[in-house]
Nanobody
Framework: VQLQAYGGGLVQAGDSLRLSCVLSGRTLSIRSTGWFRQVQGKEREFVAGLFWHEGRAEYADSLTDRFTISRDFAKNTLYLQIISLEPEDTAVYYC???????????????????WGQGTQVTVSS
């Protein structure tokens, strides 16, 4: 399975952005997906996860409701919508996928089998 993330860029505070992650290859094996982000100099952190077939989402407790994860099952595409962007959202955003239903593990990096290359989001104040 390959993941290709795109949609990042340089935006201004207050703008909205939608990141996309296209899954290809043996996508029928995918059960869980997620978005993580990594601020320069810090560890990668969980943003949101989604059970691929069920469509149920979970979000990091530390983040506000400015983030929405969704998917287009027919297009094998995972999305992350971010509204009211803040400079603190500046990071590389990664998508990830797992062959397993991560009931208690959507937020755990090591539970994912496949990762996208990341897309940079830079928010100017």
């Amino acid at each position: 399975v390959q993941l290709q993330a795109y949609g990042g860029g340089l935006v201004q505070a207050g703008d909205s952005l939608r990141l996309s992650c296209v899954l290809s290859g043996r996508t029928l094996s995918i059960r869980s997906t997620g978005w993580f982000r990594q601020v320069q100099g810090k560890e990668r952190e969980f943003v949101a996860g989604l059970f691929w077939h069920e469509g149920r989402a979970e979000y990091a407790d530390s983040l506000t409701d400015r983030f929405t994860i969704s998917r287009d099952f027919a297009k094998n595409t995972l999305y992350l919508q971010i509204i009211s962007l803040e400079p603190e959202d500046t990071a590389v955003y990664y998508c990830a996928a797992s062959r397993f239903i991560l009931n208690d593990g959507l937020g755990i990096e090591s539970m994912y089998d496949y990762w996208g290359q990341g897309t940079q989001v830079t928010v100017s104040s």
